[in-house]
């Protein structure tokens, strides 16, 4: 592709595309739930497989492994060379994967089965972020909400079509979720025409992505980074307590019923959904670096409270958490895209994956935890966790030191 080409915005952009953004969050929709069915039928695996808990962990493992590692190696190569149709193939391996669940003989062919799955998902999250921000019309926070909270969506309906067919039906309903895989699928596809169509711009060399950056030296930008994956571990260690021990901390501290816990578990993943939607439009018309740290940050006085709240302020705590923390995501990956122009895979492999894995780490190190000390101690030890959200003071502005490069240049 000529440089005039690659520099010039496709017409089909200049506006932002609100139906290929629906598209790419319905499939993000399709996508995540169906990851999330793997650990919502474990106890189901675990009973047909007289498995113990070390073989459910490497279940587990090999996901996570695949899925979070990998994806950082998909976005920079297809930085590299544009891959319209990986997004379609990344959908037809957690395809494969669903099938093979669905018939698997042995604990070996479950592990090949999370794997496929995995991979399916380390494919989709690089490729479905730059097509959204191709998609955005320079919108991009505003592209970024609409495409997560697809995925937020998704990971909460996942467990509960587990729960009401996986569940009643046995191991070999799996394979009914293939219809939604093949929906993705076309889905996909179509989008691939779009981006193919539209011809996003061509993978940037090193040297036209600092002369398009944001006069940011290398430096600064790898604490930024670094400050951002810190972030990334607050926010995520902190969600995986909840999302994965929330029930059992009502359960245990308050004696309310499952299903009363679990009413509660989709409030705040309710909160967390609208979080996200929030999160990109205002980082688009207030600046990243100020809704990032009003996020992270911003959410420590409620969960400070939390642990000594009544069931009813627990509840009532649990929406402003979810939404101010959530909020933050959208920001972070949009600030991250910015500091690293022409590198929109690879920063959206690197902090999805870094962002799945702490959820999983998290999830395993506050369950170890739990069980020594006791779930009420994990939430008052997490809720120190969102006070890294002072260290986002140390993040540059990537819009000011642009401004400042170009006066300088006039200059």
Known sequence: MSDSVAKA?????????????????????????????????????KENYGLDFGQVGLITLTYQMTASLLQPVVGLYTDKRSSPWSLAIGMGFTLAGLLLLSVAS??????????????????????????????????????????????????????????????????????????????????????????????????????????????????????????????????????????????????????????NAQVLLFVFLGAVAAGTIIGGPLGDRFGRKYVIWASILGVLPFTLILPHANLFWTALLSVPIGVILASAFPAIIVYAQELMPGRVGTVSGLFFGFAFGMGGIGAAVLGELADITSIDFVYQLCAFLPALGLIAGFLPNPDAARRAAAAAAKV
């Open 9 to 45: 915005p496709s017409p089909a952009v200049k506006d932002t595309a609100f139906v290929v953004l629906a598209a790419i969050s319905l499939c993000h929709l399709i996508n995540d739930m169906l990851q999330s069915l793997l650990p919502a039928i474990y106890p189901m695996l």
């Open 106 to 259: 042995s604990f070996l062919i479950l592990l090949v089965a999370a794997a496929l799955v995995g991979t399916g998902s380390s494919i989709f999250h690089p490729e479905s972020s730059r097509v959204s921000r191709m998609a955005s019309g320079g919108r991009h926070g505003l592209a970024q909400s609409l495409f997560q909270v697809g995925g937020n969506a998704g990971s909460a309906i996942g467990p509960l079509l587990a729960a009401f067919i996986v569940i009643q039906k046995g191991q070999a309903s799996v394979a009914w979720f293939s219809i939604a895989a093949m929906i993705g699928i076309a889905l996909l596809w179509n989008i691939g025409v779009w981006y193919k169509r539209n011809a996003a711009p061509a993978p940037q060399t090193r040297a036209q992505a600092t002369a398009h950056g944001a006069a940011i030296t290398p430096r600064r930008m790898r604490i930024a980074i670094c400050i951002l994956l810190a972030l990334i571990f607050s926010k995520y260690f902190y969600l995986a307590g909840f999302t994965s021990y929330y029930t059992f901390y009502l359960i245990e501290k308050f004696h309310i019923s499952v299903e």
